[in-house]
Nanobody
Framework: QVQLVESGGGLVQDGGSLRLSCTAS????????MGWFRQAPGKDREFVGG????????NYADSVKGRFTISRDNAKSTVYLQMNSLKPEDTAVYYC??????????????WGKGTLVTVSS
């Protein structure tokens, strides 16, 4: 069974940084677009950032552009989300995703279980 496991979440101060990692197993990692979504309390799961199969193309939600960077290492079957200048509004459970496209949830085939990011003021 395909497995995506996130790590790197935690508590950080306003303006701080975190790097999330997601390691995949039991599938051909390089054949999938990868992405990150997040879900805050009482809100729907929303797109954060995505990256193409080879890493040549990335896209981000407007709310995180300039602050977050997504990257992938296909040799390690790992996708990263570097989060800088974090804001309390970024507080959410962050989910790793794999699919044909990841700009919205409809393209996602596989989800991780999530990692909690809490940004304190």
């Amino acid at each position: 069974q395909v497995q995506l496991v996130e790590s790197g979440g935690g508590l950080v101060q306003d303006g701080g940084s975190l790097r999330l990692s997601c390691t995949a197993s039991r599938f051909t990692f390089s054949h999938y677009a990868m992405g990150w979504f997040r879900q805050a309390p009482g809100k729907d799961r929303e797109f954060v950032g995505g990256i193409s199969w080879t890493g040549g193309s990335t896209n981000y939600a407007d709310s995180v552009k300039g602050r977050f960077t997504i990257s992938r290492d296909n040799a390690k079957s790992t996708v990263y989300l570097q989060m800088n200048s974090l804001k309390p509004e970024d507080t959410a459970v962050y989910y790793c995703a794999a699919g044909s496209y990841v700009s919205d949830t409809r393209g996602v085939a596989y989800w991780g279980k999530g990692t909690l990011v809490t940004v304190s003021s």
